[in-house]
């Protein structure tokens, strides 16, 4: 019975540091995520001038409610998109000159919702090329609060950012949404802020978050829901019944809106088991087609998309549009991907189906767009297609840099 450990959360560890930084005291954050997106917004918060002391199982941030210590930084936000809109919004409620940058396709991702939002409220935040693109420039003179009106409609990220600046305004936020997708990402968030001692209250569409900064406190990583999936996803499209593999530390009372998916896999036919302790995905040896809408969770998405040629019938994955704005357009990734392997695809806008069957025999080299989801979920194809490889693997660095090896692992032990 294969028991995988896995890497903390990248979006519980991207909040923590937020919170750590913004909170009276000194936090201790126990099993981080040690990878490229969460050493970056460490590195970020470094540059800022904070105090982040870092060893292997723990990391230490001293935290400054009145913003960061340094009145000018350059910050390189890398590819990650919580360091790319949740540190702007950081950086605001200080009182200096912050420039952020980022990767090339981070640069391309969406921001504006965000800048408009910081901007009604006051922020002074100017985009050296693009307008609502990174890089930008945020002239912070600490932000006085109030009402504010959010499309979240593309990303949620835009709602965390501003949730987590809210106790940092003189005033408070009220903050309406007019659309919202990964909501429960929104959720982790007043989960995470209230662990800080924070209340955020929630009427229907609007958010109110009270002023008056967050408390120091020491908080334990749960392991990241996103990367258990490919794990699950193993056990559940294995040619031989039984096979089975249990993720420990992540059931019942998980954070994360992810852990989901193996409520898709159970719909499938997989026998899944989530107890306090743990969860549990056991292959049945069949996978059968279905209709799911992933709004919610669609970090899951190409880990679907990659067994769905193992099922019984199409598989249809719907609502899912923010997908193509992500570290790549995944529809199209996972559709061209697929089409290598001789599997049959259509996509729409929002939407992606996959016909069933993969000729046996069929290789090809996976174009991962440097998204480490991609790679991570043909990994888990390659388990039943042989002679599949990646154009860069080590794209896996974003999340889990260690990936190859432990899925290598348990590839032998299934
Ligand atoms: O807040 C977060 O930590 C995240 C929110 C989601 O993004 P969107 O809200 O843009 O869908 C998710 O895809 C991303 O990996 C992490
Ligand atoms: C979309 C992702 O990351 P982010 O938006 O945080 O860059 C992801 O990890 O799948």
Redesign the pocket.
């Known amino acids: 019975m294969p028991v995988v450990t896995i890497p903390g959360s ?3 560890t ?2 923590a540091l937020f919170l750590a930084a913004a909170a009276d005291g000194v936090t201790t954050l126990v099993r981080p995520l040690r990878s490229d997106d969460t050493e970056g917004f460490a590195e970020g918060l470094v540059r800022l001038g904070y105090r982040v002391g870092r060893t292997r199982d723990a990391w230490q941030v001293d935290g400054r409610p009145q913003g960061p210590a340094v009145d000018e930084a350059d910050v390189y936000c890398r590819d990650g ?2 360091t790319a ?1 949740f540190l702007p919004a950081l950086a605001a409620a200080g009182h200096g000159t912050y420039r952020f940058d980022a990767s090339a396709q981070m640069r391309r991702r969406p921001l504006l919702p965000l800048t408009r939002a910081l901007r009604d409220l006051g922020v002074d935040l100017r985009h050296e090329e693009a307008e609502g693109h990174h890089p930008l420039t945020v002239r912070a003179a600490g932000v006085e609060g109030g009402e504010v009106v959010l499309d ?1 409609g ?7 950012a501003l949730l987590l600046l809210g106790p940092l305004t003189r005033k408070g936020l009220r903050i309406r949404v007019t659309d919202l ?2 909501v429960p ?2 959720e ?2 007043i989960a995470m802020m209230r662990a800080f001692g924070v209340e955020v209250e929630r009427e229907g569409d609007v958010f109110l978050v009270p002023p008056g900064g967050y408390r120091a406190t020491t908080y334990a990583i749960e392991p990241d829901a ?1 990367t258990a999936g490919y794990f699950f996803a193993a056990a559940a499209a294995a040619v031989t019944p039984g096979a089975e593999v249990t993720v420990p530390g992540l059931g019942t009372g998980a954070l994360q809106g992810d852990l989901g998916f193996v409520e898709v896999l159970r719909r499938m036919g997989a026998e899944v088991s989530v107890r306090p302790d743990g969860t549990t995905v056991r292959g049945t040896g069949v996978l059968h087609g279905l209709t799911v809408n992933m709004r919610d969770i ?2 899951t998405m190409p880990t679907l998309a990659a067994i769905a040629p193992f099922a019984d019938g199409p598989v249809r994955i719907e609502d899912v549009a ?2 193509r ?2 570290e790549c357009d995944r529809l199209e990734a996972c559709a061209e991907n697929l089409r290598r392997l001789g599997v049959e695809v259509s996509t729409g806008p929002d939407w992606i189906e996959i016909r069933p069957g993969v000729p046996s025999g069929s290789g090809a080299e996976i174009t991962s767009y440097g998204d480490h989801r991609i790679v991570m979920s043909f990994a888990v194809t390659g388990l039943r297609v042989p002679g599949i490889s990646f154009d860069d693997p080590g794209c896996v660095r974003k999340t889990f840099p260690g990936f190859h090896e432990e899925f290598g692992a348990l590839r032998a032990r299934l």
Do not use: P
């Open positions: 990248k979006s519980i991207a909040r998109a919580t809109r979240a593309q990303s949620s990220q835009y709602l965390t997708v990964s990402y929104v982790i968030t996103s669609s970090d923010n997908t704005v992500k």
